[in-house]
């Protein structure tokens, strides 16, 4: 089946613009979780989804970031007055219906962000 | 070995070698472990797991070992091979959440020479 899907792949952008980050999950899906991947690091967590609702916003870096879920399957994470330290890899992962802690998280290959 | 910077800590070894790459993990109340690989261009793919009240777990090809008392955990890989170079990221799930809230370590490059 088809695994989780992320678009764009590339968004280049210029200093103080807005931007949005689309997730697909897998199918069925209900957990959601957003990541940020910055150069020569590994993940850091941004947000989770259960269902429609933000259950665990504690990774948002600022009020200009900002992720929407308002079907409990696509996701939108959207940026204001982007900055160049925004510039990263974002990840998005789906787990099954329970989104329990030890269910496995399926990535998506990730938006590459550039801000010039 | 330690890295600074964008410096990743790297690993080359021969094909058919076996593969030790390393992780210490931050947090004494973490309870479960994954190891991930990431390809060039793709999002973290699931290796292995462990939980915490085991010491030792094995798939195909590959283990996990891990030691809670230096908050240390190893993945093994046997018989390296080529399709295995990739980065390697340990990551632990935060103690007390219901879900999965990853954070990951800094990641090891392995390269594989055939």
């Known amino acids: 089946g088809a695994g989780v899907s992320q678009t764009p792949s590339n968004k280049v952008t210029e200093k103080g613009k807005y931007v949005e980050l689309r997730c697909d999950p897998i199918s069925g899906h209900t957990a959601l979780y957003w990541y940020r991947q910055s150069l020569g690091q590994g993940p850091e967590f941004l947000i989770y989804?259960?269902?429609?609702?933000?259950?665990?916003d504690s990774g948002l870096p600022n009020d200009r970031f900002f992720a929407v879920r308002p079907e409990g399957s696509v996701s939108t994470l959207k940026i204001q007055r982007t900055e160049r330290g925004d510039s990263a890899v974002y990840l998005c992962?789906?787990?099954?219906?329970?989104?329990?802690?030890?269910?496995?998280?399926?990535f998506g290959p990730g938006t590459r962000l550039t801000v010039l | 070995g330690e890295s600074v910077g964008l410096h990743l800590p790297t690993l080359s070894v021969q094909e058919g070698d076996n593969s030790i790459i390393n992780c210490a993990y931050s947090n004494s109340a973490s309870d479960y472990f994954i190891w991930y690989k990431q390809e060039s261009g793709k999002g973290p793919q699931f290796i292995i797991d462990?939980?915490?009240?085991?010491d030792k777990r094995q798939g195909q090809r590959v283990t996990v070992l891990l030691n809670k008392t230096v908050k240390h955990l190893s993945l093994q890989i046997a018989a390296t091979q080529p399709g295995d170079s990739a980065v390697y990221f340990c990551?632990?799930?935060?103690?007390?959440?219901?879900?999965?809230?990853?954070?990951f370590g800094q990641g090891t490059i392995l390269t594989v020479h055939p």
């Open positions: 462990i939980r915490s009240n085991m």
């Open positions: 989804f259960q269902g429609t609702g933000a259950a665990d």
């Open positions: 992962a789906s787990s099954s219906t329970s989104g329990g802690s030890t269910d496995t998280q399926y």
């Open positions: 990551a632990e799930n935060t103690y007390g959440t219901s879900y999965g809230k990853l954070t």
